[in-house]
Nanobody, 122 residues
Framework: QVQLMESGGTLVQPGGSLRLSCAAS????????VGWYRQAPGKRRELVASLTSGGDTNYADSAKGRFTISRDNTKSTVYLQMNSLKPEDTAVYYC????????????????WGQGTQVTVSS
């Protein structure tokens, strides 16, 4: 079975830092593009950061300079380091993994975690 499990979400004060983790199982993790999405109350789910199997990153404008996505393929885990947190960062954060290797048998496979709540408030 495939499973993505986020952890690390909590209540944090503005200006604080937080590190989210997402552990994957049941997939060949190293070939998957991974990403972090978030959904705030009343808003659509949006991409926060992504990281390809080749090491290319992409960040939402709101995350650039504050957030860093990384991965440890030996642990099948993707991380999101969040610094200088703002109240507008409050959302449920979701981990995503998608196989974008065209010649892989599982090309196009996509999986989601259940989400972890991040609340930035004083």
């Amino acid at each position: 079975q495939v499973q993505l499990m986020e952890s690390g979400g909590t209540l944090v004060q503005p200006g604080g830092s937080l590190r989210l983790s997402c552990a994957a199982s049941g997939i060949r993790f190293s070939i998957y593009t991974v990403g972090w999405y978030r959904q705030a109350p009343g808003k659509r789910r949006e991409l926060v950061a992504s990281l390809t199997s080749g090491g290319d990153t992409n960040y939402a404008d709101s995350a650039k300079g504050r957030f860093t996505i990384s991965r440890d393929n030996t642990k099948s885990t993707v991380y999101l380091q969040m610094n200088s947190l703002k109240p507008e960062d409050t959302a449920v954060y979701y981990c995503n993994a998608e196989n974008l290797h065209a010649y892989s048998d599982s090309f196009g496979a996509e999986y989601w975690g259940q989400g972890t709540q991040v609340t930035v408030s004083s």
